[in-house]
């Protein structure tokens, strides 16, 4: 027994560090969206070094006063939770009814579509203007609709693949939350040379461009995601084991409504 369970615990073990990697690498759509997921946590962590360089070198703030520009992005964190709560949440709802109590994942991306394009006008608003000649405020409120589209962005995109991988989504998870982690790391240690090089606005253009090519993805997965989830091998099993799940549940359902009205079934032959 000693040696069977050390068995399994050692394929759980393999399992759980070997997985991830192969979910990240096989499944397109863990690899793009955490692809995209990552690129923005290593635009916010690199934001870290950039606003320093804008705001304390550029505008001669101080340190103190420096970390001020960075109230706008918790502003618009605030609100794209709020957003989520009073308006995203009720929607799906309404969507999961329509569709029997439980929606396609795609109907998560919606709130994935705002959220990139919001992140990106950000972005774009801050390149244009962290230059000095431009009076600080401007740049400054460029944080409220980057911070906004970041979290409506990592929420729905994170709920997206639980949604599609269920079974799998702690594996999903785990690799998205590896890739994260590495642009997030890494990001921020080239941040302060690129400024140098480049110059305070195209320095700054990057994370722009890279939000403008990563925009597409949530559209994309929204209107051909559920093509895309068939071709996938680990998420048409999870869909296969899912659908299993609700055939059981109904089945288990319909046998408890005849045994609490066995009655009123016979009657209803009996009539007929």
């Known amino acids: 027994m000693d040696a069977k369970k050390e068995l399994v615990m050692s394929d759980l073990i393999k399992t759980s560090l070997i997985r991830p990697w192969v979910l990240l690498f096989r499944e397109p759509i863990v690899f793009i969206l955490s692809l995209y997921v990552a690129i923005i946590y290593g635009i916010l962590y ?44 009720p929607r799906f709802v309404k ?21 990139s394009i919001s992140l990106t006008i950000g972005l774009i608003w801050f390149s244009a203007s962290c230059n000095p000649e ?21 929420i729905a995109l994170q709920n997206y693949l ?34 140098d090089r480049l110059g305070v606005q195209w320095a700054s253009a990057i994370p722009a461009f890279l939000a403008v090519a990563c925009l597409p993805f949530p559209i994309i ?3 051909y995601g559920d093509a895309v989830r068939l071709r996938c091998k680990y998420a048409r099993e999870a869909a296969e084991v899912l659908e299993k ?22 009657s209803e032959k009996a009539s007929a």
């Open 95 to 115: 969507v999961m009814q329509e569709h029997g109590g439980k929606a396609p994942p795609e109907a998560r991306l919606p709130c994935a579509i705002v959220g």
């Open 221 to 223: 997965f929204y209107k």
């Open 162 to 195: 639980v949604d599609a991988y269920v079974i799998y989504a702690a594996s999903v998870l785990a690799s998205n939350s590896l890739l994260r982690s590495l642009f997030g790391a890494a990001f921020p240690l080239f941040t302060t040379q690129m400024y």
């Open 245 to 266: 799940m609700m055939a059981s549940q109904q089945k288990t359902h319909a046998d408890e409504e005849k045994k609490e009205h066995p009655q009123g079934k016979q």
């Open 134 to 154: 431009t009076f600080w405020i401007v740049p400054m409120i460029a944080g409220a609709p980057f911070g906004g589209g970041m979290v409506l962005v990592f």
């Open 46 to 89: 690199m934001l870290f070094s950039a606003y320093p360089i804008v705001f304390q070198e550029g505008h001669g703030w101080t340190p103190g006063v420096g970390g001020l520009a960075f109230i706008p992005i918790a502003i618009g964190i605030l609100t794209g939770i709020t957003y989520i709560i009073f308006y995203e949440n």
